[in-house]
């Protein structure tokens, strides 16, 4: 069965600092993976998105991800983060199909302090 | 990139009538699109998938007959929600999947809804 996990409800850093956001995935076949940032009423937009060849992968606004296909994680990496970057990001895998849903994880909120 | 537009972003309903959310997609054609609920503080859970010329399937748990669901073109889906109740309150998002590429899930603005 499909599922993604994100540990963390909710991380506080501070303004500057960096940022690691975790995603652990279940998934029957090689998963399409993506990271998702969604701000307070608004929709998702996409981060960045994975399916094969260098596992680290860079997104927009500096964030980055790693996939470990050891671990099934797929976490997500900024190196100094912005206030402007509070918002919920939400991890989802998914088939490569457009007839196919993605399944996301819970979300992680991120508070950013001055 | 792809874009889905939703509508309305906002709408406030007397308890007992009938709201209708469209989404669209802009500039490519969506033989599926997915309808998602949003409650405040969670994740997205999916209430139903939408297919062009078809019926929507609906996920476990979700009435259908109270959310209505139709995908009368390759750019249009829309969800009525029928008969609301202050519980129908929620925010609903949309989105649909490219057909190339990653296949990425590309998202209406949402709509928040209150039922009064």
């Known amino acids: 069965a499909q599922s993604v996990t994100q540990p963390d409800i909710h991380i506080t850093v501070s303004e500057g600092a960096s940022l690691e956001l975790r995603c652990n995935y279940s998934?029957?076949?090689?998963?399409?993976l993506f990271w998702y940032v969604q701000s307070p009423g608004q929709g998702l937009q996409l981060l960045l998105k994975?399916?094969?060849?260098?596992?680290l992968v860079q997104g927009i606004k500096g964030f980055e991800a790693e996939f470990k296909r050891s671990q099934s994680s797929f976490n997500l990496r900024k190196p100094s983060v912005h206030w402007s970057d509070a918002a919920e990001y939400f991890c989802?895998?998914?088939?490569?199909?457009?007839?196919?849903?993605?399944?996301f994880g819970t979300g992680t909120r991120l508070t950013v302090i001055p | 990139g792809a874009v889905v537009s939703q509508h309305p972003s906002r709408v406030i309903c007397k308890s007992g009538t009938s709201v209708k959310i469209e989404c669209r997609s802009l500039?490519?054609?969506?033989?599926?699109m997915f309808w998602y609920r949003q409650f405040p503080k969670q994740s997205l859970m999916l209430m139903a998938t939408?297919?062009?010329?078809?019926?929507?399937?609906?996920e476990q748990g979700v009435e259908k007959d109270k959310f209505l669901i139709n995908h009368a073109s390759l750019t249009l889906s829309t969800l009525t929600v029928t008969s609301a109740h202050p519980e129908d309150s929620s925010f609903y998002i949309c989105?649909?999947?490219?057909?190339?590429?990653?296949?990425?899930?590309?998202f209406g603005q949402g709509t928040r809804l209150t039922v009064v």
């Open positions: 989802a895998v998914g088939p490569p199909s457009a007839a196919n849903n993605l399944f």
């Open positions: 939408s297919n062009e010329g078809s019926k929507a399937t609906y």
């Open positions: 989105s649909a999947r490219g057909t190339g590429g990653f296949f990425e899930a590309f």
């Open positions: 998934y029957g076949a090689t998963p399409y």
């Open positions: 994975y399916f094969s060849g260098d596992t």
């Open positions: 500039d490519f054609q969506a033989t599926t």
